[in-house]
């Protein structure tokens, strides 16, 4: 059986089109006002300004209800280099004593931002008294997005599928059966 031409071109087009949505979809997540490290910690991209407190920089981690979570590794990096990794406590707080004024990362299962710290008497008034992340339930539960959507991004299973939708009508036109 000899399909027409032009359905070979539509299945081909069809195929190349339905196979590189999921790419389109997965590059367009990272392109929104926040970028995201990984599938799911968003990386602020304004500085914002906090208050040292008796020279502590202070913070919490809180999930969607404002609840604190407990025991939660909080990451505090100063030019790309790691100062502390601390732990939060019962109520979802953390404090880094003896910090100086400066420019720090924070990292946390919430989010990953970058602050400006200051000393009680030079900040600005819309600085803020501490750091509060709120934690995304898929990253605390360990969760990922769709091992489906995963696999339709992979480069090499597109390319194979790809290959296969031009590939199978070719043989199937080239058919010398003759039946007639």
Same mark, same amino acid.
């Given at each position: ?15 190349? %089109? ?129 091992? /489906? ?11 194979? /599928? ?5 590939? %199978? ?12």
């Amino acid at each position: 059986m000899k399909l027409p031409k032009f359905l070979h071109f539509g299945l081909v087009a069809w195929m190349s %089109i339905s196979l590189t949505t999921p790419v389109g979809l997965a590059q367009d997540a990272v392109t929104s006002p926040t970028t995201t490290a990984g599938n799911s910690i968003p990386i602020e991209r304004t500085v914002q300004d906090v208050q040292l407190k008796e020279e502590a920089l202070r913070g919490a981690l809180v999930d969607k209800a404002g609840n604190g979570v407990e025991d939660a590794p909080v990451v505090i990096g100063q030019k790309g280099k790691l100062i502390k990794e601390l732990r939060t406590d019962s109520e979802g707080r953390w404090q880094l004593a003896n910090v100086e004024p400066g420019v720090y990362q924070v990292i946390s299962h919430g989010s990953a931002a970058v602050y400006r710290v200051w000393s009680a008497e030079n900040a600005p008034k819309n600085a803020k008294a501490g750091i509060i992340h709120q934690v995304d339930p898929e990253v605390a539960r360990g969760g990922g997005p769709n091992p /489906l959507l995963n696999a339709l991004t992979n480069p090499i299973l597109i390319a194979l /599928l790809i290959a296969a939708a031009i590939a %199978i009508p070719l043989a199937l036109d080239d058919d010398d059966d003759d039946a007639s």
